[in-house]
């Protein structure tokens, strides 16, 4: 069993900031990236920022120079700081965990409300 617990999100004014964290926990050998994801009403669920074990990061273009994403070591606590929100920016936020165990598998967090008011 694992589990994936994210906090931080709520309600921000347009150009306001918001820190999500997502915490990994149980059965786990070792994670093998943490990512997160947005789904807006009515839109799919879209990529927003990844970072792989050893540091390397990754950016959905419509966030790029306003999210930043880091982790410890392990990374088995992450952040996802916003800054400049937009009120496109509103969505649930999910975190996703690929990780191994005897396999490689992957684990979605039960996401975070951010809505950001113009």
């Known amino acids: 069993q694992v589990q994936l617990v994210e906090s931080g999100g709520g309600l921000v004014q347009s150009g306001g900031s918001l820190r999500l964290s997502c915490a990994a926990s149980?059965?786990?050998?070792?994670?093998?990236?943490m990512g997160w994801y947005r789904q807006a009403p009515g839109k799919e669920r879209e990529f927003v920022a990844q970072?792989?074990?050893?540091?390397?990061?990754n950016y959905a273009d419509s966030v790029k120079g306003r999210f930043t994403i880091s982790g410890n070591n392990v990374i088995n606590l992450v952040y996802l700081q916003m800054n400049s929100l937009r009120p496109e920016d509103t969505a649930v936020y999910y975190c996703?965990?690929?990780?191994?165990?005897?396999?490689?598998?992957?684990?979605w967090g039960q996401g975070t409300q951010v809505t950001v008011s113009s």
């Open positions: 996703k965990m690929d990780y191994y165990t005897d396999l490689e598998y992957y684990h």
């Open positions: 149980g059965n786990i050998f070792r994670i093998k990236s």
């Open positions: 970072i792989i074990n050893g540091g390397t990061t």
